[in-house]
Structures are given as C-alpha cells and as structure tokens.
C-alpha cells in the first residue's frame, strides 16, 4: 500500500508538471484528487491493512493530498501566467503610431498676453475696470490736458462718430473718468484693459483696432521712482528675471515728466540684432509722472497727491513675447495661428 | 527731423562724441534718434579687408588671385588685375550686392575658372574723382589702423552721417539745428555757439516798407526785408550738400538760403519777387469770401475767410505759413526780393493746412509754435548769408511787432522736484541744470527758485515742466527704483470680467478656439444674414470717416464676423472649425448719437465642418444641433443661471432647427442652425451652427455660490424606461411627465437612447429613461418604488398617448 501510495505521488507529480493547460490540470485533480480518484480508490483498501499502520498510512495520504494540491495550484499559477504572457505578447503595439487626437480649444494670443498683465498688476494689489470704448470727445481728449487743435491730436487720427463722440484712441480716458469719480479719495491703484482705435490703416505694424492697457496709481507722495519699480517688477514677471528697462523722456499731453519704456532686446540681450534695429533695446511702453492739470480737471489737489501713469500696447507686447512679425495676424484668426497658442 | 552730424557740430564749443555716441546721449535725453545714416554715397557693403596671398592667375598672366581676410567676415579669394597690391595691405573690398559710387552693384563672377567672391575697389569706384596718380588706377589703400571688416564708408568718412530724430510735438524749438545743438550742449555741458547774424544797423528801418497786419489775433510779428540787385545763381557746393543731407532739394540761391536758415533757425522764412506785389505792398489778413491763390504746387486753392494769407494791395499772395503764391515766385528774371519772417498762431494754421491738405516744412513748424524772438535773428542770419554769397544788397529791414511776448516766470519748489522724482538731487544741481537749457534762474529762498522761461521754450509752462526737465538732466537711470507704500489690499475684478474668463475656459475645454474680429464690419454683412426687420441689428452706428466700406459700421451682432473667419478659414482648407468671441456690440440708443451707445458683451460660436480633428485612430467628432446646444448648456450650467429652452423664429436660421434661452422672461440667446441661404451668403459650405448670447442680461442671474451636497448613503434602485410616443410629442413634454409621477424617491433621470423605426410604428419614437430612486434614510424596497413606476405609465399614456416598449 505504501508502494501504491507512492507510485501513485511519482504518477501524480510526473503529470501535474508536464500539463500545460487549465483544462488538463483540472481532469489531473479528478483524476487523483476526485471522489472517485485514485487517491480514494488506494484508501478504500485501508480495511486491508493492520490498525496499527492505518495512522501512518493515513497521515502519509494526507500529506500526498497537501502535496499534490500545492503542486497543483503552483502549475496552475505557472500555467496562467505564461498565457498570459504569451497573451500579451501578441498585444504588441506600434507605439510610433501617433496618438489619437485630442481636440483642445485654443486662448487667442492677445487675451493670454492680456489675462497675464491684468494678473500681474491685480496680485500687486490693483483694481480692474472698464471703460466706455465709445467716448466722448471730452474724456478722451480734453480732460486729458488735450484741447482741441493741441498738436499732440496729430498723433492720433480718431474714428468720430459724430462731432462730439468718437472710438477711444486710448484708454487714457480712464485716467479722467476714474479720477473724476474717485476724487478725493487715495489710494487710486487700477488699471483698465480694452480695445482702442485710430485711423491707422492695416499694416504689418498698424491695426486701426488694437488692445491697451492703462495703469494709474494716485496717492500722497508717489514719485517717478515708485514709476521705476512698479515696471521692473511688471516687465520681470512678463518677460524674464534677466529683463533691465531703461526709461527715455518723452510726451504725452496726460503725464509730465514723461517717458517710453524700453527693455533690454529679448533676442540679443542687447548686444543689437535684427529685432531691436542694433539699438539692443525694444519699446515697450509708456508712462510717465500724472500731469497737475489731470489731477485738477478730476479734483484733486496736485499739491498734495501726486501719481503716475502706463500705457502698454498688448499686441505690441505679444508681437515681442511670441515673436510675431505681424499684426494683422492677431485679427485674420487663421486657425494655423491660433492653434500654436 | 534730419540732422547733419556735421553740420551739427558748427554750433557747439567742443568736438562731437561719435555719432553713436551722440545718437545715444540725445535718445536718453529725450530726443529719440531713429537711425543713423550717410547720405550723399551710394557706397554699400564695402569693406575693409587685408591682403594676405598673392598669387598669378595659371590660365590668364595679366590675372591675379588674392586671398584677403576681412575679419570677423570671414577669409575670401578675389581676381583682380591690379598692380599695386602686396600682402599686409588694407584695401575696400566689396561684396556681392554691394553699390559703389556709380550705383554699380557687385555680382560674384569666375575669372578663367577660378571663383572671384568680390572686388577690390579703386578710389575712382569709391567716388573719389580729384586723386592723385599713383593711386588713380590701382586698388585704393587704406591706414594701417583700420579695423578689418569694418564699413569703408565709415573709415573714409564718405558722404554726410545724418541722425534722424523723432521729435516729439511739445518740442517745437528742437525741429532746428541750433535747437538741437542747445539740448547736445545742456547734456554734455558745453557752450552753444550760434552763427554770424549781423546786419549793419544803418540798413535798420530806413526805408520804411509798407507792412500791416489786420488781423493781429492772427499773426503776432512780422518782418519784412528787401534785397535788391539779386543775381539768381545756383548755391556753392557746401550748402547743396547741407540742404540735401537734411533732406531739402536745392533749388536757387535764394530759396536755398531761406531753407538754410530754417534749417538752423527753425524760423520758416518766404521770399516774394517784391516786384510782383502790387504797389509793393504787404498785408496780412484773412482770405475774403471766395477769394482764390494758385500756389507754388500749381494748384488753385478757394480759400475761406478762416485761412490767413498774404496779400498785396490786391490779391493774396501767399497762404500764411504753409505755401508762397506762384504768381510773386522767384524766378530766374527775379530783381528784386522780399523776405518774410514772420509769427502766425499755430492754431489758425494748423487748421488751414488740415483743411486744405498741405503739409509742408513751414507749416509743420508754425503748427506747433514758432518763437516769436526767434524772427528777427533769423532774418538777420539770412541776409548775413546773402550778404556772404553776395547775391543782392539789403534794402531795408522793417519790424511790426504789435504785442511783444514776454518771458513767462515759473515758480520751482525744489522740495516738490525731490518728492515727485523720489531722488535726492540737490538744489545747487536743479539750478544749474536749468540753467544749462538757457533757463534764468534766481533764488527766492532755500528751497524756492524763479525760473524765467526765454520764448523759445513755449512748452514750459508749469512747474511739473522744470520737475521734468531736471529729471532728464539728472538722468531718468540715475532715480532710483522705490516700492509703493501704503495698505496692502487685493487687486479686485468686475463680476463680469470674472465671468467672461469663466467663459473662455470653459469653451476652451470644449475644444473650442477663441477669435478676436474687428469692431467695426461691412454693413453688407449684416445684409448677409438677412435679419428681420424689427430686429435692432438693422441701424448701426456708422463711422463718421471710415478707412473702407468693409469697416464702416460698428457691428449689432458678433456673428456675422465670425461667419466671416470660418469662411476664410475653410477656404485655406480648415475641416473643423470651432470658434468663439467675447466682445461688445454697439446698439445705439438713437441715430445719429446723442450719448454713448449700449455696449452690451456678447459671446457668439460658430461651429462649421467637423467637431475636432481626424486620425488614422478615429473617425472625426461631427457637430450638429445638439452638440451647440450642449456647448450652450455647459455654459449656462457653469454660471448657475437656470432658464428654459424656447422655440423661436428667426430667419437666419434653419426654420426646424433653433431655439432661444430664455431667463426671466427674456431671450437672452439664440442658436441653431444657420439657414442654408445665410451660409451660402457667406461663401461657406456644409452645415454651419451659430450661437449668440447677450452676457449683460444673464449677469444679474448668476449664482456662483457653490454648496457641496452629501453623498448617498443608501443603495438607489435603477430603472430603465422606453416610452413610445407619438412624433410631434416633444422630449421635454416626456421628461415633465415623468418626474411629476415619479414620486418623491426620484434621484436622477437620464434620456439614453432616442429611436425611430422599425419595430416602432411610423409616426412614433421611442424615447429610453434610466431612473434612479433612492431614499436618504433607507435602503429602498422594490415595492416602495413600483406604485410610482406604474403611475408614470399610467400618466405618460393618459397625457402623451404613451405606451411603453418591451
Ligand atoms: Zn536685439
């Protein structure tokens, strides 16, 4: 019976470990393990033998039992895994196929350049606000310390649309209507985006439709030094850390002293190329100290507060940032333009 | 203005920083120099190279082959037959492409084979014609020290370098050579030196002339001279040389000197043939009603009683300040002159220029203020010059000079000038510095200065003018960087900019890309989308001067622009086309305007061709009615704005296929499919979807309040419905039914499937709920649910002539 028993262990092992499928080892279980398994059909001849070697032959088929259901679950486990490895093996992918296309929608360039300098002036604690792109002649001009026949409305041929209303040239207006509504009160920081236009007819660096974004700050003791640092932190955050600004006198009717605001070239770093004309040094802006007569016109005491102002063209800056060389790009909305943003 | 970096030099006491130099120190000192450039040469691209190898041609013995290194240029071979070449020589070479003095452009060539990559130039192709033999034939040789590569132009100073300067309009004294010269001297600290203007005093109001001025409101001096025995010749070489560096044309000698002298002075000066006025008279007034001039262009202008002329005792004989009359010309016969130096307002010219389109040097100049001192130097300065080239003998000098203007005196707080530049500059420097731009300065006490301002500076006016002009003697990169002080607060926004960049992001992770169109369109276009017409779209504003018929009307609606965009789009072959704006419209409140128009934010989309775009892993996503619808529901669902979905019948659209949002009573938007004829209009093809929603009336109904709801703690039941129902019964009809039946364990309802056809009866659909029933504080039974399951059935079918699908 002993011998049986283990011939029976060799058959056993012999078979489990050459099965290879799920199906086989589950007969193979039958086979031995069944209720009508050999295994049972070896110990229903028990009765045969002498009730002192039942116990011993007893404890060694349960330990063939033990045996053969770990080997079996082991070749089972072996068997699944190499089918599913061979499984996965067929499933072997091109992977320099490209991948499937993934519709996004696309920022138009001027509104991310535009959200990033609202962004900017709003975390150093300015107030956004609008203003009427229709104005009247009086806010876009003349509270503006720009009279009538003024020389500096040359720079600025305006779309009327009757005598006394016409398309904003700028947002400076926005420097009058607030300060007219804020007067007396300081601190004023705020700034206004939105579109302006001038008679300018379409080129490679005109647009009669164009973005600006008008920043004003009004309060006791604000100096051209606070100008400075205002726009170094701006053009860094902008730009890069490694931006310098230089700042040139220059004019606007609304501001005195007055300057344009040039950083150091974006391409060259301001050894001269191409872009910056040799000079190292782009435009950017302009700004400049609030003019006492716009402070007065709106109400409030040049003696006693003063403030500054900047004006910056958001399709000059994105033309710059991005590398555009052309302006009308930025209202043709050809979708190959507007899908590299 | 152009300014001969020569010429400059002739008034100032010290030598000229180099051009760049120079060209730097006026653009810091507010005096933006644009370019510098020679004029006078055509010599382009020719540089200096150094002979380095020198061998004989092997096919051509009278051909050499030179290897020269031209610097950071880079080493190149030339062939040349020159004689007096040997290695260590510096000599111009030119590039192909580069011009020589005839206008020759250089080509590169082969000579008997061999590759030539420019030529050696000689002094006579480097327009040099007066040299002396030995150089006359062979290659030009340049100074030991000349750098390599650097421009032969440059090395021998050809021609004259002109500095462009962009001046801006409040600085009338700087469109002058002197003008500049007095800001290069305050910059640099040295003297400014102006040129011989001496008249001998006996000339001086001897014979009076016979000058008025009616209109004196109009023109504040006048200065009249006359010269006589005038021999018109053509001018010495320096002065064409000048004239034409500055970017005048010479002319004669007479009309040189005036515009010489203008040059320098700023001063426009007119010379008449005084023979040519009648009764050798001059009056200045305005023009009489209808009165014409032929001016010196040939062109016969009908002036206006604004418009200020010259006149003689007849007729007008010259428009003031912006253009002589043909008729009292100098001309070659000319005897005798009268010279003009004169103060118009600037106001009265500037209006006459605009209204009659001339713009010339003269009126360029009047128009942003003349100084009335400035006048009788100049007039003194160009008889001087007269008087040098000897072109005629001064007659007679007569001044009218009315109302003489005065210095303005400015009072300079020098504590303000510190606080508003916010950098210590002391009171010993404010005052010099003022005094560098020819500004008298007296101390009134410590910190208090009397600045009296010479009439030449017409644009200081005020104390915040001296703050600047200190500040840009100081150096603007001299003031320091200071931060803001004061309370720290958080930048705040509008609600609606806040909304507009909700939007915008949320039609973004639609795949929707955004456009930005102008403001103003095409009357046509609103034409195009053949608008009803009560609808408001049909009066926009019109622009008063507009660029283009294309842009002459402020738009009502955004759609037609953006209809524009994917017509243009798909004819540059884009297959999806998914776009969106966010901007105003411009209605009117009446025409023509009274007040500001309503500027109402819209927001429009247009979807045309697929929904996205197509790969070899998937078919394209295709757009149709209720993926805009979609698109109009995500939005709304973001900003919380509860309304309904409304039939509506507009013409510009598909008449089965749109609908309005309706919040409050009102229709805030509109969207469905663009009617054929519409999108044939617009020259697009294929099925096109528009969308156009008014921002500014669903702004009072947004609640962005946020409020988390409790997950289900119970297990929910779900049940699946298809209803059959007759065609014509609407989705929503369906939907109310169901949930008024449904009972108070309804949790969510979703259509899944829509279906007509077989085995459905013609003229019905079936349309497929899954339910969700769940209670908070139980776990549901199946009987708790079937009573409401079947009063759903009970009423779909009483209501809609329902029965369900099995
Ligand atoms: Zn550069």
Redesign the interface.
């Known amino acids: 019976m002993e011998d049986k028993l283990k011939s029976l262990l060799d058959t056993a092992l012999q078979v489990i470990s050459s099965s290879c499928s799920q199906e086989e080892l589950d007969k193979i279980r039958v086979r031995f393990l069944g209720r009508k398994g050999e295994l049972t059909q070896i110990l229903r001849t028990m009765k045969d033998i002498s009730p002192e070697e039942r116990p011993r032959i007893g404890q060694m088929a349960n330990e063939i039992r033990d045996r053969l259901e770990t080997e079996l679950t082991s070749q089972m486990n072996k068997i699944r895994h190499s089918l599913r490895e061979k499984q996965l093996e067929k499933e072997r992918l091109d992977v320099t196929?490209?991948?499937?296309?993934i519709?996004?929608?696309?920022?138009?360039p001027?509104?991310l350049v535009l959200?990033q300098i609202?962004s900017i002036?709003?975390?150093?604690?300015?107030?956004?606000?609008?203003c009427?792109?229709?104005?009247?002649d009086y806010y876009n001009f003349e509270a503006l310390n720009i009279p009538k026949?003024h020389?500096?409305r040359?720079?600025q041929d305006s779309?009327?649309?009757?005598e006394e209303?016409l398309?904003r040239t700028h947002t400076s207006p926005f420097q009058a209507r607030t300060l007219e509504q804020l007067a007396p009160e300081v601190?004023v920081?705020v700034?206004c985006p939105g579109?302006c236009?001038r008679?300018d007819?379409a080129d490679a660096t005109h647009s009669?439709?164009f973005y600006q974004t008008e920043v004003l700050?009004v309060?006791e003791?604000?100096?051209?030094?606070?100008l400075?640092?205002?726009l170094?932190q701006f053009v860094r955050e902008m730009f890069d850390e490694k931006r310098q600004i230089?700042?040139?006198?220059?004019?606007f009717p609304f501001t005195?002293?007055?300057?344009?605001v040039d950083i150091s070239c974006l391409v060259c770093g301001g050894h001269g190329c191409n872009l910056c004309?040799g000079t190292g040094w782009l435009e950017v802006l302009g700004c400049g100290?609030v003019?006492?007569r716009v402070l007065e016109i709106a109400g409030y005491n040049?003696?006693k507060v003063?403030g500054f102002a900047v004006g910056m063209g958001p399709d000059r800056i994105a033309m710059l940032k991005y590398g555009i060389d052309d302006i009308r790009l930025?209202?043709?909305?050809?979708?190959?333009f507007?899908?590299q943003f | 203005m152009r300014v001969p970096y020569n010429w400059l030099q002739d008034y100032l006491s010290e030598t000229l920083p180099p051009p760049a130099e120079l060209a730097d120190m006026l653009?810091?000192?507010?005096l933006?120099v644009e370019?510098i450039e020679r004029a006078g040469t055509k010599i382009e691209q020719v540089v200096a190279a150094q002979v380095k190898e020198i061998k004989l041609h092997p096919e051509a013995n009278h051909l050499l082959v030179v290897q020269v290194d031209a610097g950071p240029l880079g080493c190149k071979q030339v062939i040349t037959s020159a004689q007096n070449l040997r290695p260590g020589l510096k000599v111009p070479l030119a590039f192909p492409g580069a011009s020589l003095a005839s206008g020759e452009i250089i080509e590169a060539t082969r000579f008997r084979g061999l590759q030539s990559d420019g030529m050696l130039c000689s002094a006579s192709e480097l327009g040099f014609t007066e040299t002396d033999d030995k150089q006359s034939h062979g290659i030009l040789v340049l100074p030991d020290t000349t750098t390599l590569g650097a421009n032969v132009a440059d090395v021998l100073d050809l021609g004259d370098i002109v500095l462009d300067l962009d001046i801006?309009?409040?600085?009338a004294d700087c469109l002058s050579l002197i003008g500049v010269a007095r800001e290069v001297a305050a910059a640099m600290g040295i003297k400014l030196v102006l040129p011989p203007a001496r008249v001998p005093n006996d000339y001086c109001i001897k014979t009076p002339l016979d000058i008025s001025i009616a209109d004196p409101d109009l023109c504040w001096r006048y200065i009249g001279a006359v010269i006589s025995n005038i021999s018109i010749t053509s001018s010495p070489t320096w002065l064409k040389r000048r004239l034409s560096a500055a970017g005048m044309r010479p002319i004669n000698s007479i009309v040189d000197i005036t515009n010489y002298v203008m040059l320098e002075t700023g001063q426009p000066l007119h010379a008449f043939d005084y023979n040519k006025l009648a009764q050798r008279k001059i009056i200045v007034r305005r023009a009489r009603p209808q009165e014409v001039l032929v001016t010196l262009d040939g062109i016969k202008r009908e002036l206006t009683e604004e418009m200020l002329v010259i006149a003689d005792s007849e007729t007008a004989q010259a428009l003031a300040g912006i253009m002589g009359g043909l008729a009292s010309e100098i001309t070659t016969t000319t005897n005798t002159v009268f010279l003009e130096s004169a103060c118009f307002a600037?106001?009265n010219i500037?209006?006459t220029a605009r209204s009659l389109g001339m713009h010339t040097e003269a009126s360029f100049r009047y128009?942003?203020i003349v100084d009335p001192e400035g006048a009788l130097f100049a007039t003194q300065r160009a008889l001087t010059l007269l008087q040098e080239l000897g072109v005629g003998e001064i007659k007679a000098i007569c001044d009218v000079y009315p109302q003489p203007i005065l210095p303005q005196e400015i009072t300079l707080n020098t504590c303000?000038v510190r606080?508003?530049?916010?950098?210590p500059v002391e009171n010993e420097f404010i005052k010099k510095a003022l005094e560098r731009l020819q500004l008298s300065v007296v101390p009134a006490n410590t910190d208090t200065l009397k600045v009296t301002i010479p009439t030449f500076r017409s644009d200081l006016k005020?104390?915040?003018?001296l703050?600047?002009e200190v500040?840009?003697l100081y150096g603007?990169?001299r003031?320091?960087?200071?931060?803001?002080?004061?309370?720290?607060?958080?930048?705040?926004?509008?609600l609606?900019?806040k909304v507009e960049?909700m939007i915008?992001s949320r039609?973004?992770?639609?795949?929707?890309?955004?456009?930005?169109?102008?403001?103003?369109v095409n009357p046509q276009s609103i034409a195009k989308m053949n608008l009803a017409p009560s609808h408001n779209n049909e009066c926009p504003?019109?622009?008063?001067?507009?660029?283009s018929e294309e842009?002459s009307v402020?738009r009502t609606t955004l759609t037609p622009s953006l209809l524009e965009?994917a017509a243009?789009?798909q004819r540059?072959k884009?297959r999806?086309?998914?776009?969106f704006e966010i901007?105003?419209v411009?209605l009117p409140k009446k025409l023509?305007?009274?007040e500001?128009?309503n500027?109402p934010r819209h927001l429009a989309v247009v979807l045309a061709g697929n929904?996205?775009?197509?790969?070899?892993?998937?078919l394209p996503?295709q757009n149709d009615f209720y993926r805009l619808k979609g698109i109009m529901e995500t939005v709304v669902d973001q900003l919380g704005v509860s309304g309904k979905f409304v039939p509506i019948t507009l013409t510009y659209y598909h008449p089965g296929r749109q609908a309005g949002f309706e919040v409050a009573d009102h229709i805030v938007a509109t969207f469905g499919e663009l009617h054929p004829n519409v999108a044939e209009a617009f020259g697009l093809t294929d099925r096109v979807y528009t969308l156009e929603l008014d921002l500014s009336q669903i702004l009072p109904h947004i609640n962005l309040t946020q409020r988390y709801q409790s997950l289900p703690r119970f297990p929910g039941i779900e049940r699946d419905l298809a209803l059959i129902v007759p065609e014509s019964v609407a989705s929503a009809a369906v939907m109310e039914v169901i949930i008024n039946a449904a009972g108070p364990y309804l949790a969510d309802i979703m259509l899944f499937d829509v279906y007509q056809g077989a085995p459905v009866p013609t003229g019905y659909k079936s349309l497929a709920y899954s339910l969700v029933f769940r209670a908070s504080d139980h776990t549901l039974a199946e009987e708790e649910v079937s009573p409401y399951m079947t009063a759903i059935l009970q009423q779909a079918e009483e209501k809609l002539g329902a029965s369900i699908r099995h």
Not at chain 1, 97 to 101: D, F, I, K, N
Not at chain 2, 541 to 547: E, G, N, S, V
């Open positions: 196929l490209p991948g499937s296309t519709t996004i929608g696309h920022r138009h001027l509104t959200n609202i002036f709003q975390r150093m604690g300015f107030d956004v606000v609008e009427p792109e229709v104005e009247y026949h020389p500096a040359d720079m779309f009327y649309l009757t209303i398309l601190p920081r700034i579109r236009y008679r007819p009669p439709m700050v309060d003791n604000i100096s051209f030094a606070n400075k640092y205002t170094l230089r700042l040139r006198p220059s004019f005195e002293p007055s300057a344009e004309k100290m003019h006492p040049p003696k003063s930025f209202y043709e909305n050809d979708l190959r507007l899908h | 653009t810091l000192a507010g933006e370019s801006t309009p409040n600085r600037s106001t500037r209006r128009e942003r303000r606080k508003l530049i916010g950098a005020q104390e915040a003018d703050v600047e500040a840009r603007f990169d003031i320091p960087a200071a931060p803001l002080m004061g309370k720290i607060q958080v930048g705040k926004k509008p609606e900019l960049q915008k039609l973004q992770s639609c795949g929707l890309d955004e456009v930005q169109t102008y403001s103003f504003i019109p622009l008063l001067f507009p660029l842009q402020l965009v243009i789009n540059r884009a999806s086309i998914n776009i901007n105003r411009y023509p305007l009274t500001l128009p500027m929904a996205g775009e197509k790969s070899w892993h998937n996503p």
